[in-house]
Every structure is written in C-alpha cells, then in structure tokens.
C-alpha cells in the first residue's frame, strides 16, 4: 500500500501586516508579500513510473527558485535551471518506493514556507511478453499470433490495440499477406516490451522447370513446357524476371530499370501469367540479384562507382565475369533496384520470387573492395532476404534463395550462410549439380557418374542446416544437362529420388537450353 500523500496548502498571495509601535511612539504599518506557491509536474502522488520518470519532472514556483530544495528519500537531489523551472539532474532510482520533496523554505520571519511531497514506486521490469511458435497458413490464407503478457497495461499489434484476456493472454487476427507483424506489451510504468513475429507461409511444393525470357518467347520451346504442365509431370515454372545479363524480359516500369535500358520487353508479363495460371500452374519469378553487367556499367559510367564491386585498387572487380560483372550488395541503391523489381514482379502477379546470385563474388575477399559494407558480407546478404520478404508478403509472394552447393559448410567462400539466410527466406534452392562437384566430395568418388549419392549427401548437410528455422523448405535446382556426362531421364530420376529420400518433395529443373524430357518427369 502506497503511503498517503503529503502536501502543504499553498499559498498563492499571502500578505502580512505588522503594526509595531516605534520607540518615539509612531505607528509604522509593514507590509511583506510573498508567493510561496509550488508546482510540481511530470510526476503525480502514488504513481508507478519507469526509472528514468524523474528526468520529466519540473519545479515552479512563484517564489525564488534559488531557494528550492529537492530531495528523494531524505537526500538532496542537484537541479539546474531552465527559463522560469528547475528539472533534476538524477540518476535512475532503484526499483521500489521512493519519496520525492520539494521545499521553498520560509522567508522572512514570520512568512511560512511551501512543501510538495510525492510517494512514488519505480517499476524497471516490462511485461513478460510471450509468443507461441506460429503456425504456418497456406498461402493467401488469413493467421494469428497467440501469446500472453503477464504484468502489460495494454498490448498493441502495429497500431492497432488487441483485447487481452483476464490471464494475460491474447490473439492477434493476421490478414492474408502479412508477412511480418510487431507485438509491443506495455505496462503502467511506461516499461515495453516488443517482439517481431515472422508468419510463415506452407510452401505448396513444386515440380518445376527453368525458362528464361527468350525461351518462353518461342513457341517451340514453350508449347512442349505446357504440355508437361497437361500431363502433370509439372505443376511449376520458373520464368526469368531479370537475368544474368542484367536483362529484364518484360516492360519494368522501375524507374531505374528504365534508366539504364535494362528492360527488354521479351514477353507480356501480365499475358504470360494469365495464361500459366490458366493452365493451373504456380510461377516463381527468378531475378538475379548482384550479377548485373548492365547495371555496373551504367553505374561506373554514371558517376556511382559504389554500386560496383571494385578490386583493391579501385578498379571494377571482373573474375572471370566481364568488365563490369558484380553490383555491391552492400550499396542502398542496388539493393533497392533488385527488391523493387521483386515487389513489381509480386503484384503482378508471380507467385515467388526466387533470388539467384544473391551472394558476393568468389575470390579472396581481401583482394576486393566492397564500398559502404558495414558487416559481414553474410550479414549483408541475410540481411538483403530480410529487407524483401515483407514488400512480397504484401502481395502474398514467397521468397527463395539460391545458393552454391559449397554453401553448406564453406559458406564464408561466397557469402551464404545458410542457417542466417534461411530465418528470413520461405524456401532454399541449393543448386547441388552433380557436374559442379570434385572428386571426393561428401565422400563420393565420381560425383557427375554418381548423381543419386552426391545429390543425397549434399541434401542432407542442407537440412541440417534449416533446422533452426522449422518452416523454411529445402528445394533444390537439379542437373536437366549434360557435360561430361550425358544426363537423361536416369540420371534426372536419380536426383529427384535422392531429394525425396531427405523428405524434400520439390525440385527445379536446369537446363540452360530449356529442353525438358518428358520421360524423366512421371505424371502425378
């Protein structure tokens, strides 16, 4: 129980009169006017406050404020002046009661003085927020975020004020498309606390294949993907948004898409989708992220040398690549250009956007210059996921990554730390080909000769690494081609069977001629 408040009457205007009869018998009248009047604000009697409240407190007084005394539990407070108040220079007082006095003690005999005391309790703790593990909903489907909140005054759901139950529990109603939603628990001292809760979405699975904007283009190369899609050996496609050229395949109308010539027009975005959906199938929008010759050409000849990768001398990073091959996934610019794209892809209508290249370049890091990379290049790139998940969710889009197949336990060679990246992506698309593999890898002698086992094992070291984010799906690119070994309808059977032998149902298929066997796709 707080003790009763304790406070003096004030006195606006108090005069007094002395008559005094002088020694030669005169009659002097002494008149002496005072304000002994104080007001005490920012902090009322009996409130529960945050410890840093009394840094809002002030004092006025009609009075002199020189003469002010403060006190808290009987020890004098220092105060300094502002304009016609005095504000405490305090620390933060510990948990518990306290009792705070201001005093203009009495002038001139007989003049009474003016005391304020306030009880007050500090309260440092916040509410005990708690979220349950959320459920994932399918996609365009409504959600909640349950959880409880002993000790709050009022919980909050972005703006809005959510209804808190008797025991401190609570439900906060997720509209479709939401991809992320903060829930911030108050108490009466001021004291929050605030969790961000991430709305997983179900991936519905996919049996894909790859198609780049001038393969869907041509008849002859779509029609035959079509009919995969009526004998239902599909029921995915992936077709390029922004390629490793740098090309755009549809009109863009991103401002700086349409500065630097990069969108092509190969076909009508809004027609291609109508006509997959049509045939029944989901579209994954690929859009490949730091490989962008165009963009780095017109940023290094525009005056914007920091969206490029640079070596260590200053000169545009090339590794193999092309004079001006990687834009700086650290720079504002180009990871807006790239998250711009995938939002105006998710409104018209792709149902994902998967990310490709989204990485830094191979090579020794020390060799290269990254301008404005405050963190980890796997921070940065984790960090990029992060920024685009909610401009899809608002368009009720998913987001995938593809990642080199090395990135499950080298990744610091490319900048993709699975475990990071997977907290902030739906699905990763490891791009475990067995051609890209050396002898030896993961324990398989002939990886390109052995497509079950080095498909299997480099599946297996990716589950592991999801682990820690429970909704997040493994679906992988496989090999639709050939190099030193002819890959047919076998060798593809082998790789899809190694993926469902890690409980990974999904897959894409890759072959950069956009030539699918229908033969290594059975109907479903």
Request: charged content about 25%; proline content about 8%; hydrophobic content about 45%.
């Amino acid at each position: 129980m707080l003790a009763a408040r304790r406070f003096l009457p004030r006195r606006p205007l108090l005069v007094i009169t002395l008559v005094a009869l002088a020694a030669a018998g005169s009659l002097v009248a002494l008149a002496f006017s005072a304000r002994a009047d104080l007001t005490v604000s920012g902090l009322s009697d009996g409130a529960v406050v945050a410890p840093a409240a009394l840094r809002e407190v002030a004092v006025t007084t009609g009075g002199d404020l020189d003469r002010v005394e403060v006190l808290l539990d009987d020890s004098a407070v220092p105060v300094r002046q502002e304009g016609d108040r005095l504000l405490l220079d305090v620390g933060e007082p510990a948990e518990g009661e306290h009792t705070l006095a201001v005093r203009l003690p009495a002038g001139v005999a007989p003049l009474p003085g003016s005391e304020t005391v306030l009880d007050f309790t500090v309260d440092a703790t916040p509410p005990a927020l708690e979220i349950e593990p959320v459920e994932p909903v399918e996609p365009g489907e409504p959600g909640a975020v349950r959880g409880s909140a002993r000790g709050a005054d009022s919980v909050r759901a972005g703006s809005e004020p959510v209804a808190v139950a008797d025991d401190g529990t609570f439900t906060v109603p997720v509209p479709p498309g939401t991809g992320r939603v903060t829930v911030e628990a108050r108490d009466a001292a001021g004291n929050t606390a605030a969790e961000d809760v991430v709305l997983p979405v179900r991936h519905p699975g996919m049996r894909a294949v790859h198609m780049t904007a001038m393969a869907w283009a041509s008849p002859a190369l779509r029609e035959p993907v079509l009919r995969l899609a009526r004998e239902n050996r599909i029921d995915t496609v992936q077709l390029d948004i922004k390629d490793e050229s740098g090309e755009i395949g549809y009109a863009s109308q991103v401002p700086l898409a349409q500065e630097i010539g990069a969108a092509r027009g190969h076909y009508d975005a809004r027609a291609a989708l109508g006509q997959l959906h049509e045939a029944g199938l989901r579209v994954v929008g690929r859009v490949v992220a730091f490989r962008d010759p165009i963009l780095a050409e017109a940023s290094w000849h525009g005056g914007h040398r920091e969206r490029v990768i640079q070596q260590a001398d200053g000169t545009a990073w090339t590794g193999g690549y092309g004079e001006y091959a990687f834009t700086n996934f650290a720079d504002p610019a180009v990871r807006g250009y790239n998250v711009a794209l995938a939002a105006e892809a998710a409104e018209l209508g792709f149902d994902e956007i998967l990310y490709d290249y989204i990485r830094r370049p191979e090579g020794l890091l020390s060799q290269m210059r990254v301008p404005g990379l405050g963190t980890s290049p796997e921070e940065a790139i984790a960090g990029f996921l992060e920024q685009t998940r909610p401009a899809l969710r608002e368009h009720g889009a998913l987001l995938g990554a593809s990642v080199f197949g090395i990135a499950a336990d080298r990744p610091e060679l490319v900048a993709q730390d699975i475990p990071s990246m997977a907290e902030h992506a739906d699905y990763i698309a490891p791009m475990v080909y067995p051609s890209h593999w050396g002898p030896g890898e993961y324990g398989v002698e002939d990886p390109e000769r052995q497509p079950y086992q080095i498909t299997a094992r480099s599946l297996a070291a990716f589950a592991r690494k999801v682990q820690g984010s429970p909704h997040t799906e493994v679906i992988p690119w496989l090999q639709a081609f050939s190099m030193q070994v002819r890959y047919g309808p076998r060798e593809i059977q082998a790789q899809i069977k190694a993926a469902e032998d890690n409980g990974m149902d999904s897959f894409i298929l890759w072959d950069p001629r956009c030539r699918y066997d229908p033969q290594a796709l059975r109907p479903r």
